[in-house]
C-alpha cells in the first residue's frame, strides 16, 4: 500500500502548477487543501467508514440522501489531526461514546444520528 501511496504521490507532484489547479476546481477544492489530502496517502479519511458504523449510521444511504454532507465530511475526515486517537478509539470499541471530545465532524454526525433516531421512529 506504501508503494502505491508513494508512486500516486509522485504523479501528483510531476502535475504541473496549472495541471495541479485543475484537478482541484475540478473536485472543488483549493489547491492546498488537495495537496494536503494527497500527501497523508490512500488511508485518510479511511476513520469515517468505521466510525459511522460504530453511530449505526449506514455510509451508503448518507451518500446517497445527503452526498454534499458526505463529501465535506470524507474531507475533514481525510485531513483530521486527531486521526490516532479516532483509531484507537474505533479499535477500542468505544469511538461512538468518544467522538464528540475531539472529531472535527461530531456536529455533522450528531445531526445525522438524530435524523436517524427519527427516520426510525416514523
Known amino acids: 500500500q506504501w508503494q502505491r501511496d508513494w508512486a500516486?504521490?509522485?504523479s501528483?507532484?510531476?502535475l504541473g502548477a496549472d495541471e495541479r489547479d485543475a484537478l482541484a476546481?475540478?473536485?472543488g477544492l483549493p489547491e492546498d487543501t488537495l495537496d494536503?489530502?494527497?500527501s497523508r496517502g490512500s488511508g485518510?479519511?479511511?476513520?469515517l467508514g468505521r466510525l459511522l458504523e460504530a453511530l449505526?449510521?449506514?455510509p451508503d444511504h448518507i451518500g446517497r440522501a445527503e452526498p454534499d454532507v458526505m463529501r465535506d465530511m470524507q474531507i475533514t475526515c481525510s485531513l483530521c489531526a486527531d486521526v490516532k486517537e479516532c483509531r484507537s478509539d474505533l479499535n477500542r470499541g468505544i469511538a461512538g461514546q468518544t467522538f464528540q471530545r475531539y472529531c472535527p465532524n461530531a456536529q455533522t454526525l450528531a445531526a445525522l444520528s438524530q435524523d436517524a433516531v427519527a427516520d426510525r421512529r416514523a
Open 8 to 10: 500516486a504521490a509522485r
Open 12 to 14: 501528483f507532484e510531476r
Open 25 to 27: 476546481r475540478d473536485l
Open 36 to 38: 494536503r489530502i494527497v
Open 44 to 47: 485518510a479519511g479511511a476513520e
Open 56 to 58: 449505526d449510521l449506514d
